[in-house]
């Protein structure tokens, strides 16, 4: 990747973008005259007019003789004369509660297709991952991207600031706030439909597990496990929904490993170790799963002849299959990003529609081993 050659008027030009992409300047009034200018950048006048003429040729202002300079419409700007910048850009950006290195081991895993299919159709597509400093990407702040992606917990500052002005949809994380498309990848979905097959299995004492309480994903699942607890006529019970929020390390959650599974012991001896205890449980996900499966074991219970367990994945394959063989529901994050890229280059093509609008992808339902009918059997009549 080329090295960026700065000039003396490069702040001032890449503050000028950022603030007309962004819609700070207003378009019906002139911006600061040169001398103005001048003294904010403390640059000379030939370098204003330098950065200046930058942004003219990027169809972003025109300079009107007598006048001064304007900001162009959006609707009536031009695509660059200058050929500076050619190729069409995509980029994806994660926030927090996830981690640097969570980022990249999602890059690695659920955007292979995804770039190919971009780069058939003209598009580049980049990556970044905004920390707890707030820090935009230099290309977002260039303004030299054509739509953006993005998942995690965005501060509102930072959306209208560096997101809002171009086509954009979020993944999950949902901000009714956020003027934009939204792709829910099954998170409440995946939590109602576990609790209604448990149900049709005979069972009625559900328990739910999430160490992620306090992230959306983890809440939407909840509200999905406490809708069909209700619509089923259950008894929801606090102690049965066994939520707290696992380490992170300056605000971003740390990584985990799948060969480790953590001790849940402490968690969920007090609900599993008495009488009356739940007949199943829904696990936030198959990783888990696991840790609970582990717990479950020390403490005498067999899977699933004492507790079935059904949790969920994220991957194509998921993980611990061989040993488990879970019973769990698959959400589609692959395709999310792949809608979510969709309804962006719908927004690029016809930038005069409004484009709002949020589409549910519903989790796929996975056969396995740890799941138990507790249905009746039925006596054979002679």
Not at 206 to 211: E, G
Request: include cysteine; hydrophobic fraction near 35%; glycine fraction near 6%.
């Amino acid at each position: 990747m080329p090295r960026k050659t700065y000039h003396v008027y490069t702040l001032m030009e890449d503050d000028l973008r950022r603030q007309i992409v962004a819609g700070l300047l207003p378009e019906s009034k002139p911006i600061w005259s040169e001398s103005v200018l001048m003294a904010k950048y403390g640059i000379g006048r030939n370098a204003v007019r330098a950065a200046i003429g930058n942004l003219e040729a990027e169809g972003l202002l025109k300079r009107v003789h007598g006048s001064g300079t304007y900001v162009v419409p959006r609707f009536q700007r031009k695509h660059p004369r200058s050929g500076r910048r050619k190729s069409k850009t995509i980029l994806y950006l994660s926030f927090p509660p996830f981690s640097e290195k969570t980022f990249q081991l999602n890059t690695e895993t659920y955007f292979q297709n995804l770039t190919f299919l971009l780069r058939q159709d003209g598009y580049d597509f980049q990556m970044a991952h905004v920390g707890l400093d707030g820090q935009a990407p230099e290309i977002l702040r260039q303004g030299k991207v054509d739509g953006i992606l993005f998942e995690g917990e965005v501060p509102k500052a930072f959306y209208e600031r560096h997101i809002r002005p171009y086509p954009c949809a979020g993944i999950d994380f949902i901000d009714p706030e956020f003027h934009c498309s939204w792709i829910e990848s099954g998170k409440f979905a995946a939590g109602e439909s576990a609790v209604k097959y448990l149900v049709r299995q005979g069972h009625r004492r559900i328990a739910f597990l999430t160490d992620e309480c306090r992230t959306w994903p983890a809440m939407e699942f909840l509200k999905g496990y406490r809708s069909a607890m209700l619509e089923s006529g259950l008894e929801i019970r606090p102690e049965w929904e066994i939520c707290w929020m696992r380490q992170a390390t300056d605000g971003e959650l740390d990584n985990e490993s799948p060969l480790m599974p953590r001790d849940f012991l402490d968690y969920l001896k007090p609900v599993f170790a008495s009488s009356g205890r739940p007949t199943a449980i829904i696990c936030f996900d198959n990783w888990r799963a696991v840790s609970t499966a582990e717990a479950l074991n020390r403490l005498g219970l067999k899977i699933p002849d004492d507790v079935s367990i059904i949790g969920n994945y994220t991957r194509e394959k998921h993980q611990n299959s061989d040993k488990y063989h879970f019973t769990c529901f698959h959400i589609r994050m692959k395709e999310s990003y792949l809608e979510g890229c969709r309804l962006l280059l719908e927004q690029i093509r016809s930038p005069h529609v409004v484009h709002e609008k949020t589409i549910r992808l519903n989790p796929v339902f996975t056969p396995g081993l740890t799941m138990k009918n507790m249905q009746p059997k039925e006596r054979k009549t002679r």
